[in-house]
């Protein structure tokens, strides 16, 4: 995070000025947890929308898909679901959906036709849209500007945590501020991941610059995490801004690239709470890519590791077993020379870079560097690992990050509708 930025304590989408939000049990949680969430802006928000890239999209992704592509700059509401996926429900799913939104709507107080709806949980099951309006009545009586941590906490399903953050920089004529929530543990693969994030800001922005702004930043944060390989039906990634601060930062070059790494940090931040709480997950990988042709191989080479069930089972039993790593690389579909490869590996903290002398070589002209073992299963057994690895074909880079695979991401997946 550059100096400029400044952390937001207990910071969420209502830490931006105009937000406000609350979170019901609507009775789809068996054990009594917040299980519906209601973000709502005083004025109507310029609004840009990431969504999954599977062809079997919930219903809740088309109706959000189809109202931004109406209507970008009028949003002012987002509800949100947890334990109902509302996919592969026909169009009945898309008549619950729509009814969702109009109860969110009238809940909150906000014109028809201005409310996205979030939805998560199991495949196939209808919504039960009386349910779930009631919810939303609730919640819409407790909104609050406090009420961002709630909304987190409602949306998690398998999450083992609220997933929340926001920073804050100062511009010559005030305060801007970028808040987020997110949830997502499995099914996480990038475009995009079972994920739901809503980002929003009091930044004065206009649809047609902030979308492709968004699309930036999801690329480089929530399409570069992969947990299990799976992408899902209802992956939806939200920027809200409604101009409270009254400060455009496009209006300057500086302030807008300050802006770029706000929305980037707060991002980042949900999209590596996502990946370390992975299903069962007791590590943390980075995997940075450098020596690409381009930013776009870079990329694929570090999904194709990120997603290796023999990497990430190696990783999790503290093997540098560093052969699986260079396969996994060599299965991406980008052109290689092998002769030309390097991989390393590092452990690191929460924000420390390993030195030079802190990366172990494990692989260098695409064979074996003979490293020494006890260290490399050392670094292999830590929380956080790092591992490069070098192409040798150009100067483009770029960072995946994952997590290991455990015995508990099977129980888990082994019963999940049960």
């Given at each position: 995070m550059t100096s400029d930025l400044v952390p937001v304590s207990d910071?969420?989408?209502?830490?931006?000025?105009?937000?406000?939000?609350?979170?019901?049990?609507?009775?789809?949680?068996?054990d009594g947890a917040l299980d519906v969430a209601l973000l709502v802006s005083t004025t109507s928000c310029a609004t840009a929308g990431v969504f999954t890239k599977n062809a079997v999209r919930a219903a809740p992704v088309v109706y959000d898909a189809d109202l931004l592509s109406e209507r970008p700059g009028r949003i002012r509401a987002v509800a949100m679901n947890a334990r109902v996926a509302n996919a592969c429900t026909g169009a009945e799913g898309l008549a619950a959906t729509q009814a969702m939104a109009q109860a969110a709507e009238q809940a909150a107080g906000v014109p028809p036709r201005t409310a996205l709806v979030l939805s998560t949980g199991v495949i196939g099951m209808p919504l039960p849209v009386a349910q779930i309006a009631e919810g939303l009545r609730v919640a819409a009586a407790r909104l609050a500007p406090q009420g961002g941590v709630d909304a987190a906490r409602a949306i998690m399903t398998t999450d083992t945590h609220p997933k929340h953050c926001a920073v804050q920089f100062e511009t010559?004529?005030?305060m801007v501020t970028v808040g987020g929530i997110a949830k997502g543990a499995g099914m996480i693969h990038p475009e995009m991941a079972t994920l739901l994030a809503v980002l929003t800001t009091d930044a004065v922005a206009e649809p047609a610059a902030l979308q492709p702004l968004f699309r930036r930043v999801v690329d480089r944060t929530f399409n570069a995490i992969s947990v299990d390989g799976d992408t899902?039906?209802?992956?939806?990634a939200l920027l809200l801004a409604n101009g409270a601060s009254g400060v455009d930062p496009a209006r300057d070059g500086t302030l807008a690239r300050l802006f770029e790494d706000a929305l980037q940090h707060v991002a980042r931040?949900?999209?590596?709470?996502?990946?370390a709480d992975g299903e069962g997950a007791s590590k943390l990988v980075e995997i940075r890519v450098?020596?690409?042709v381009n930013e776009a191989a870079a990329r694929d080479v570090g999904?194709?590791?990120?997603r290796s069930v023999l990497v990430k089972t190696a990783i999790y039993g503290a093997d540098p077993n560093w052969g699986r790593i260079l396969a996994a690389a060599g299965a991406a579909g980008v052109p290689l020379s092998l002769e030309r490869l390097t991989l390393e590996a590092g452990a690191f903290g929460d924000s420390s870079v390993p030195a030079d002398a802190d990366w172990l070589m494990l692989a260098a002209g695409g064979a074996t560097a003979h490293p020494d073992l006890a260290r490399a299963r050392a670094i292999f057994q830590q929380k956080q690992i790092r591992l490069r690895i070098d192409l040798?074909?150009?100067?483009?880079?770029?960072?995946?990050?994952?997590?290991?695979l455990t015995p508990d991401y099977v129980r888990i997946n082994a019963d999940y509708t049960s």
């Open positions: 910071g969420s989408v209502t830490s931006p000025h105009g937000f406000t939000a609350a979170a019901a049990h609507a009775g789809l949680k068996a010559p004529a005030g899902s039906t209802n992956d939806t931040t949900l999209a590596l709470a996502i990946v450098v020596g690409a999904r194709a590791i990120a040798g074909m150009g100067r483009a880079e770029a960072v995946v990050w994952t997590c290991d």
